[in-house]
């Protein structure tokens, strides 16, 4: 293993470099040496292996004192010759370093960067004569000139400004998304001069910072690009076609500019240089990829004749160990930790929630009997005393060793797992789905522990008790028979969301006692199925499965010739299948992913896996047109790795299908592709090893019971956009595992959804403007007698538009022969039944205009916008309905639900949404009906997490919430926050935090929204935080009065302290019951003491 990392300058070339580092341990490094080699005014160029590490290793040095003086110089979206055109982001925040470093009194002192950034060259330093815009509060602006000088810089104009790269103008305000900027910026004018600039959230359109001065940077390579008639684009043309001559970031930076290459940075470059030779194979004239890339002899020429730091193998590892693995992490930590304590190391608890970060600190420090302190910043860690313990809130996602500066930084992640706050360098992890059931709405049907299902009708305000104190408000619960019930805030606790307004349900009514027998006979049927899934995971964990472990150079070498790098996503699920496929137990996994979000990546990964292991797979899909497509794809890439790939359906001829059948039984035929037609009864495999289901949501139950019974111990990789249900409640309690993707692809943009009425003028300017930009449109109807007369008015209002059909209707061959006719390019507009949700990927087919739309279902609809805006371009969909035919309640909900939820990624929601529409059913039965219907998911969901510790002989989790009486109370008052609805929701928010870091990203989000927080919102605050800290302490109650406070502690927990925290003058037992004397009078008194009496049970 590594052990530190020590940066010299030295003659090295690539082959001398070791291998990678941890990316913490390298970010210090590189931080170290930029505060050493202040004044020298060269920057330092570091090589990373992948982009990812490239932007892990850049945000982290920038955390350690590099903030503006770090730039990224990171790849274009796909490989030279693949005709993907660039992402804007990606090309902006190229475009932004290079202009950087042309500005000598302000340039970077590191730019952090890949192999196939440095491999493709860049416009000379000449073209960068007003290359860029600048905006300064106070200085003249011509709206006109703005937007001419943006699209010369390639910004497109828009409507509205959603992604990099796009701008708007509205009256006195030009909206503006940097291409390399975080977020857009809006420019306020008044008589033709700045007034004021904002940044700015595009989705909730609230202003985020202020500031006086705006750089703009191209969103394209190509510099004041002019096009003639009949000429090529620039991007089809090639850089070279543009300039002539063209330089690389080598010729930007200074001579005697330091260089560090990263090992493995050689094998990536191999990738490249090979896409580029592949391109040019059969061409004699230079192609653009030739041309506008460095070829083998010049790269290995510029790096080899530059100065290259080598990072040299120590004796001491650099990462940290995963402390959250073992039974107690914090006596791991005291074994890792105590060493280097000893040498005079600092050890720096680092993560986010300042709360959490210094109580982990102080806990550390107790158990390594060393001196604790906060610290702010980097350099407060470099200054804080040898061989002590410091606090350090910040962002890092894992710990490691920095062994020139003597700290090891052990994160929040190592000690405690993925329930530490993530900040920007911590791995995506899914989250947020199963927990949308939360937010309260008034007119929402709820559940309340002791009284059963009611509606919520909103807040009232109750005078409290007692003279001197404040009235407080309590929620209206409205039961059978017009009774009511007031729940005070602070008991919300107790209520569980059942449903939306529209939500079907039968309201108990109060002091019946039906609600309690109903409750009680739930929680007995809750205990038998959880019994039974426990017994069926059991019998789950003792199958076997062959253990399947790749050849590993076989396997990268077929990973780096992909042409996009996996997003963070979708890198964590390829490596949770690759560790189920080498388990030995069979893998029975789900990759939920929105459209176009890269789960087919995951899959080709987990065949080329299984196949490089020996094992044949299967890949399933439920059309043949899909089938098809996949077919290609993997015949594609796997052309050069010796893997041979066959097919099975209507579209193979007769002696191709006996081959592939004759190929599957004797093993020759490694991955087979098809439809329904693989389970026919005469294939039979030699070795099956995988089974990969695609859009596993249209197979039933039954055909799903048949392809995981095709081999025995087969490993099954299922994957979906919109998960039914049923297999949504699953992955909620285990049944099996869940790998989400909720990251979107640099260059895809959110699909702009309409929802109207139809008209005709629109629809006409809707498909015309599609085919204007070179794109082609669907027309989808719901019922196959709607086509014929939507076919004549298109006919009518687009004559010269060439329209296909396409409907379940037709002969099998000719479906086939429509869909792939119109996938390779044929036809304007696809005039089609909900056929088209699945199968079809057309990349210029970016317009999708959905017939009375409020008669698909909500998974459906939602599909079906997945067919659109697939490539760089955005999509637009128009979801219309008929104004002579009203919508269903049900049908309009739908549409509001779709056209709120269409961000990249709101697959999951709108699943969770279904199952508000939809109901939900027992997991292990057929109906989505029974227990679910009596008492909601959300509880019902509660109710099974108990049921399943119980039966796996587990502490079921404590149903008491610790009882706070310190005299004060918290609230939301309406002068502060006037809409009842969000009232409600933040109490309840404040109430279901989980942690600190929750509640600080709630406070952050509350005083940004609505201002600084009153006295009886903070006193919330400090009484959750308390809670919080109660919960983990096994307090169930804690008392503060004039005199004295009071903690009483669960009884295990009370035992155990008694052995180490022993009466003293102001501190004494009694029972359970642990009494501090302090005198307290105000509430910030009572809070103190709390707090003190706290720090002492910890």
Same mark, same amino acid.
């Given at each position: 293993?590594?052990?530190?990392?020590?940066?010299?300058?030295?003659?090295?070339?690539?082959?001398r470099?070791?291998?990678?580092r941890?990316v913490?341990?390298?970010?210090?490094?590189?931080?170290?040496?930029?505060?050493?080699?202040?004044?020298?005014?060269?920057?330092?160029?570091?090589?990373?292996e992948?982009?990812?590490? =490239?932007?892990d290793?850049?945000?982290?040095?920038?955390?350690?004192?590099?903030?503006?003086?770090?730039?990224?110089?990171?790849?274009?979206?796909?490989?030279?010759g693949?005709?993907?055109?660039?992402?804007?982001?990606?090309m902006?925040?190229? =475009?932004?370093?290079?202009?950087?470093?042309?500005?000598?009194?302000k340039?970077?002192?590191? !730019?952090?960067?890949?192999?196939?950034? @440095?491999?493709?060259?860049?416009?000379?330093?000449?073209?960068?004569?007003?290359?860029?815009?600048?905006?300064?509060?106070?200085?003249?602006?011509?709206?006109?000139?703005?937007?001419?000088?943006?699209?010369?810089?390639?910004?497109?104009?828009?409507?509205?400004?959603?992604e990099?790269g796009?701008?708007?103008?509205?009256?006195?305000?030009?909206?503006?998304?940097?291409?390399? #900027?975080?977020?857009?910026?809006?420019?306020?004018?008044e008589?033709?001069?700045?007034?004021?600039?904002?940044?700015?959230?595009?989705?909730?359109?609230r202003?985020? /910072?202020?500031?006086? +001065?705006?750089?703009?940077?191209?969103?394209?390579?190509?510099?004041? $690009?002019?096009?003639?008639?009949?000429e090529?684009?620039?991007?089809?043309?090639?850089?070279?076609?543009?300039?002539?001559?063209?330089?690389?970031?080598?010729?930007?930076?200074?001579?005697?500019?330091?260089?560090?290459?990263?090992?493995? %940075?050689?094998?990536?470059?191999?990738?490249?240089?090979?896409?580029?030779?592949?391109?040019?194979?059969?061409v004699?004239?230079?192609?653009p990829?030739?041309?506008?890339?460095l070829?083998?002899?010049?790269?290995?020429?510029?790096?080899?004749?530059?100065?290259?730091?080598?990072?040299?193998?120590?004796?001491?590892?650099?990462?940290?160990?995963?402390?959250?693995?073992?039974?107690?992490?914090?006596?791991?930590?005291?074994?890792?930790?105590?060493?280097l304590?000893?040498?005079?190391?600092?050890?720096?608890?680092?993560?986010?929630?300042?709360?959490?970060?210094?109580?982990?600190?102080?806990?550390?420090?107790?158990?390594?009997?060393?001196?604790?302190?906060?610290?702010?910043?980097?350099?407060?860690?470099?200054?804080? $005393?040898?061989?002590?313990?410091?606090a350090?809130?910040?962002?890092?996602?894992?710990?490691?060793?920095?062994?020139?500066?003597?700290?090891?930084?052990?994160?929040?992640?190592?000690?405690?797992?993925?329930? &530490?706050?993530?900040?920007?360098?911590?791995?995506?992890?899914?989250?947020?789905?199963?927990?949308?059931?939360?937010?309260?709405?008034?007119?929402d049907?709820?559940?309340?522990?002791?009284?059963?299902?009611?509606?919520?009708?909103?807040l009232?305000?109750?005078?409290?008790?007692?003279?001197?104190? !404040?009235?407080?408000?309590?929620?209206?619960?409205r039961?059978?028979?017009?009774?009511?019930?007031?729940?005070?805030?602070?008991?919300?606790?107790?209520?569980?969301?059942?449903?939306?307004?529209?939500?079907?349900?039968?309201?108990?009514?109060?002091?019946?006692?039906?609600?309690?027998?109903?409750?009680?006979?739930?929680?007995?049927?809750?205990?038998?199925?959880?019994?039974? =899934?426990v017994?069926?995971?059991?019998?789950?964990?003792e199958?076997?499965?062959?253990?399947?472990? $790749?050849?590993?150079?076989?396997?990268?070498?077929?990973? #780096?010739?992909?042409?996009?790098? =996996?997003?963070?996503?979708?890198?964590?699920?390829?490596?949770?299948v690759?560790?189920?496929?080498?388990?030995?137990?069979?893998?029975?996994?789900?990759?939920?992913?929105?459209?176009?979000?890269?789960?087919?990546?995951?899959?080709?990964? #987990?065949?080329a896996?299984?196949?490089?292991?020996?094992?044949?797979?299967?890949?399933?899909?439920?059309?043949?047109?899909?089938?098809?497509? *996949?077919?290609?794809?993997?015949?594609?890439?796997?052309?050069?790795?010796?893997?041979?790939?066959?097919?099975?359906?209507?579209?193979?001829?007769?002696?191709?299908?006996?081959?592939?059948?004759?190929?599957? &039984?004797?093993?020759?035929?490694?991955? %087979?592709?098809?439809? +329904?037609?693989?389970?026919?009864?005469? %294939?039979s495999?030699?070795?099956?090893?995988?089974?990969?289901?695609?859009?596993?949501?249209?197979?039933?139950?039954?055909?799903?019971?048949?392809?995981?019974?095709?081999?025995?111990?087969? *490993?099954?990789?299922?994957?979906?956009?919109?998960?039914?249900?049923?297999?949504?409640?699953?992955?909620?309690?285990?049944?099996?595992?869940?790998?989400?993707?909720a990251?979107?692809?640099?260059?895809?943009?959110?699909?702009?959804?309409?929802?109207?009425?139809?008209?005709?003028? &629109?629809?006409?300017?809707?498909?015309?403007?599609?085919?204007?930009?070179?794109?082609?449109?669907y027309?989808?109807?719901?019922?196959?007698?709607?086509?014929?007369?939507?076919?004549a008015?298109?006919?009518?209002?687009?004559?010269?538009?060439?329209?296909?059909?396409?409907?379940?209707?037709?002969d099998?061959?000719a479906m086939?022969?429509?869909?792939?006719?119109?996938a390779?390019?044929?036809?304007?507009?696809l005039?089609?039944?909900?056929?088209?949700?699945?199968?079809l990927?057309?990349s210029?087919?970016?317009?999708?205009?959905?017939?009375?739309?409020?008669?698909?279902?909500?998974?459906?609809?939602?599909?079906?916008?997945?067919?659109?805006?697939?490539?760089?371009?955005?999509?637009?969909?128009? @979801?219309?309905?008929d104004?002579?035919?009203?919508?269903?309640?049900?049908?309009?909900?739908?549409?509001?639900?779709?056209?709120?939820?269409?961000?990249?990624?709101?697959?999951?929601?709108?699943?969770?949404?279904?199952?508000?529409?939809?109901?939900?059913?027992?997991?292990?039965?057929?109906?989505?009906?029974?227990?679910?219907?009596?008492?909601?998911?959300?509880?019902?969901?509660?109710?099974?997490?108990?049921?399943?510790?119980?039966?796996?002989?587990?502490?079921?989790?404590?149903?008491?919430?610790?009882?706070?009486?310190?005299?004060?109370?918290?609230?939301?008052?309406?002068?502060?926050?006037?809409?009842?609805?969000?009232?409600?929701?933040?109490?309840?928010?404040?109430?279901?935090?989980?942690?600190?870091?929750?509640?600080?990203?709630?406070?952050?989000?509350? /005083?940004?929204?609505f201002?600084?927080?009153?006295?009886? %919102?903070?006193?919330?605050?400090?009484?959750?935080?308390?809670?919080l800290?109660?919960?983990?302490?096994?307090?169930?109650?804690?008392?503060?009065?004039?005199?004295? !406070?009071?903690?009483?502690l669960?009884?295990?927990?009370?035992?155990?302290?008694?052995?180490?925290?022993?009466?003293?003058?102001?501190?004494?037992?009694?029972?359970?019951?642990?009494?501090?004397?302090?005198?307290?009078?105000?509430?910030?008194?009572?809070?103190?003491?709390?707090?003190?009496?706290?720090?002492?049970?910890?």
């Open positions: 293993m590594l052990q530190s990392v020590t940066i010299e300058n030295a003659e090295a070339s690539a082959e470099l070791s291998p990678l941890p913490g341990a390298v970010a210090a490094a590189i931080a170290r040496r930029l505060r050493e080699e202040a004044g020298d005014g060269l920057p330092l160029l570091y090589v990373a992948t982009s990812r590490r =490239m932007r290793i850049a945000a982290l040095v920038r955390l350690l004192g590099g903030e503006g003086r770090v730039a990224e110089f990171g790849p274009v979206d796909g490989l030279p693949d005709g993907v055109p660039p992402g804007t982001a990606a902006g925040g190229r =475009m932004a370093t290079l202009r950087w470093l042309l500005d000598k009194r340039r970077p002192a590191a !730019v952090i960067a890949t192999a196939a950034a @440095l491999i493709r060259r860049v416009p000379p330093r000449a073209a960068w004569q007003k290359a860029h815009l600048e905006f300064r509060v106070g200085e003249p602006v011509d709206p006109e000139k703005v937007a001419a000088d943006l699209t010369r810089l390639g910004y497109r104009l828009d409507l509205r400004v959603d990099p796009e701008a708007a103008l509205r009256g006195r305000v030009v909206e503006i998304f940097p291409a390399a #900027a975080p977020r857009p910026c809006r420019i306020e004018h008589d033709g001069r700045i007034v004021a600039i904002r940044s700015f959230d595009p989705a909730t359109q202003s985020v /910072a202020e500031t006086c +001065h705006l750089i703009v940077d191209p969103a394209s390579e190509f510099l004041h $690009p002019g096009r003639g008639k009949g090529p684009s620039p991007e089809e043309a090639g850089l070279a076609a543009r300039y002539g001559r063209l330089e690389t970031l080598f010729d930007y930076l200074p001579d005697g500019a330091a260089t560090i290459i990263e090992a493995g %940075v050689e094998r990536r470059a191999d990738t490249v240089f090979a896409a580029i030779e592949e391109a040019e194979a059969g004699r004239k230079p192609t990829a030739q041309r506008d890339h070829g083998r002899k010049e790269w290995s020429r510029l790096v080899g004749s530059r100065l290259a730091a080598v990072v040299e193998e120590g004796d001491e590892p650099a990462g940290v160990p995963r402390f959250a693995a073992e039974p107690d992490p914090f006596a791991a930590l005291a074994t890792f930790a105590a060493p304590v000893e040498r005079g190391f600092r050890i720096a608890v680092a993560g986010i929630g300042r709360n959490e970060v210094r109580r982990a600190a102080r806990r550390a420090a107790r158990t390594l009997d060393a001196p604790v302190d906060a610290v702010e910043d980097w350099a407060g860690v470099l200054a804080a $005393p040898s061989g002590g313990v410091v350090f809130e910040a962002a890092i996602a894992e710990g490691f060793v920095a062994r020139d500066d003597r700290v090891a930084v052990v994160t929040l992640r190592d000690l405690v797992g993925q329930r &530490a706050g993530r900040g920007p360098l911590a791995a995506a992890v899914p989250s947020g789905f199963a927990r949308g059931d939360d937010a309260f709405r008034i007119g049907a709820v559940v309340h522990l002791d009284h059963g299902v009611a509606r919520l009708e909103g009232e305000t109750v005078a409290a008790a007692g003279a001197g104190t !404040v009235a407080t408000e309590a929620l209206r619960l039961y059978a028979g017009d009774d009511t019930l007031l729940v005070p805030t602070a008991e919300i606790g107790a209520l569980w969301r059942y449903g939306g307004p529209e939500t079907d349900v039968k309201l108990d009514r109060l002091k019946s006692g039906n609600w309690i027998a109903k409750r009680d006979a739930v929680v007995a049927a809750v205990s038998d199925t959880a019994r039974r =899934m017994q069926f995971l059991a019998a789950k964990d199958a076997r499965a062959p253990e399947l472990q $790749p050849d590993r150079a076989a396997f990268e070498r077929f990973c #780096a010739r992909f042409p996009f790098e =996996m997003t963070a996503d979708q890198s964590e699920a390829t490596e949770a690759l560790a189920d496929l080498a388990s030995g137990r069979p893998m029975d996994r789900l990759v939920c992913g929105d459209v176009g979000f890269g789960k087919t990546e995951v899959a080709l990964r #987990a065949a896996a299984a196949a490089f292991a020996g094992a044949q797979v299967a890949v399933v899909a439920p059309t043949t047109v899909l089938a098809q497509q *996949h077919f290609r794809l993997f015949t594609e890439r796997f052309a050069r790795a010796g893997v041979s790939v066959a097919r099975l359906s209507r579209l193979a001829d007769p002696a191709e299908i006996e081959a592939a059948k004759a190929g599957l &039984a004797d093993g020759s035929v490694r991955i %087979v592709v098809g439809s +329904h037609a693989v389970l026919a009864k005469d %294939v495999f030699a070795e099956l090893g995988l089974v990969v289901i695609d859009e596993e949501q249209r197979f039933g139950a039954g055909q799903k019971g048949k392809l995981r019974a095709l081999g025995e111990g087969v *490993h099954v990789l299922a994957m979906t956009a919109t998960p039914i249900p049923r297999t949504l409640q699953a992955g909620f309690v285990g049944l099996h595992e869940i790998s989400v993707i990251t979107p692809p640099g260059r895809r943009r959110a699909v702009r959804t309409t929802v109207a009425p139809i008209e005709e003028d &629109a629809l006409r300017d809707a498909l015309l403007a599609e085919k204007a930009r070179g794109g082609r449109s027309v989808v109807c719901p019922r196959i007698e709607d086509l014929e007369p939507m076919a008015r298109l006919r009518r209002l687009l004559p010269d538009l060439a329209l296909a059909v396409l409907h379940g209707g037709m099998a061959d086939d022969d429509a869909m792939l006719a119109f390779t390019g044929e036809g304007d507009v005039l089609a039944t909900s056929i088209v949700e699945s199968g990927d057309v210029n087919a970016d317009t999708m205009v959905v017939w009375r739309a409020d008669r698909f279902g909500l998974a459906q609809l939602h599909q079906l916008r997945g067919r659109i805006g697939r490539g760089s371009r955005r999509g637009f969909a128009f @979801l219309l309905t104004p002579e035919a009203e919508p269903t309640a049900e049908g309009r909900r739908r549409l509001e639900t779709l056209g709120r939820l269409s961000d990249l990624g709101a697959g999951f929601a709108i699943a969770a949404r279904d199952l508000d529409l939809r109901g939900a059913g027992e997991l292990l039965g057929e109906e989505q009906a029974g227990h679910l219907a009596l008492i909601g998911l959300s509880f019902y969901r509660r109710l099974l997490e108990r049921a399943l510790a119980q039966a796996r002989g587990q502490a079921a989790p404590e149903d008491w919430r610790t009882d706070l009486n310190l005299g004060f109370e918290g609230g939301v008052p309406a002068d502060y926050v006037p809409e009842a609805d969000l009232r409600i929701e933040l109490v309840a928010a404040l109430d279901r935090a989980e942690d600190e870091l929750a509640l600080d990203a709630l406070g952050a989000e509350i /005083a940004d929204r201002g600084p927080m009153p006295e009886a %919102v903070a006193a919330g605050f400090a009484l959750a935080r308390l809670r800290r109660c919960r983990d302490l096994a307090v169930r109650r804690l008392d503060a009065g004039p005199k004295a !406070v009071a903690a009483t669960s009884k295990p927990a009370a035992a155990a302290l008694r052995e180490r925290l022993k009466p003293r003058k102001s501190l004494r037992w009694r029972d359970d019951r642990l009494v501090l004397e302090r005198p307290s009078g105000s509430a910030a008194e009572r809070l103190a003491a709390a707090e003190a009496l706290l720090e002492l049970i910890e």
